[in-house]
Nanobody, 126 residues
Framework: DVQLVESGGGSVQPGGSLRLSCEVS????????VAWFRQVPGKEREGVAL????????YYADSVKGRFTISRDSAKDAVYLQMNSLQPEDTAMYYC????????????????????WGQGTQVTVS
């Protein structure tokens, strides 16, 4: 089975930084797209960033461009989200997800294309 396990969430003050990690295992596809989504209670899940196989095809939501950086370490089967200049509006549960589809920017708004999800890690900025 495919498993995604997030870690690295926590509480920070505005302007601070956090680095989220997502460990991916069990994928049977030779290539797959991995994304970070976030969600606050009562709102829809929002795509934050995604990255294709070998670190190519990187896309960001406008709300995080210039502050967040997504990266991928294929040797470790891990995807990271470096979050800088965090603001209170970044507070959310952050989820890692994978899809067998090739990454495109529209996938940030197509949550249904992601087959596998982690349990989430909470990020609080206050």
């Amino acid at each position: 089975d495919v498993q995604l396990v997030e870690s690295g969430g926590g509480s920070v003050q505005p302007g601070g930084s956090l680095r989220l990690s997502c460990e991916v295992s069990g994928h049977t596809y030779s290539s797959f797209c991995v994304a970070w989504f976030r969600q606050v209670p009562g709102k829809e899940r929002e795509g934050v960033a995604l990255i294709g196989t070998d670190g190519g095809r990187i896309y960001y939501a406008d709300s995080v461009k210039g502050r967040f950086t997504i990266s991928r370490d294929s040797a470790k089967d891990a995807v990271y989200l470096q979050m800088n200049s965090l603001q209170p509006e970044d507070t959310a549960m952050y989820y890692c997800a994978s899809s067998s589809a090739e990454c495109t920017d529209t996938m940030l708004r197509q949550v249904w294309l992601f087959n596998y999800w982690g349990q989430g890690t909470q990020v609080t900025v206050s």
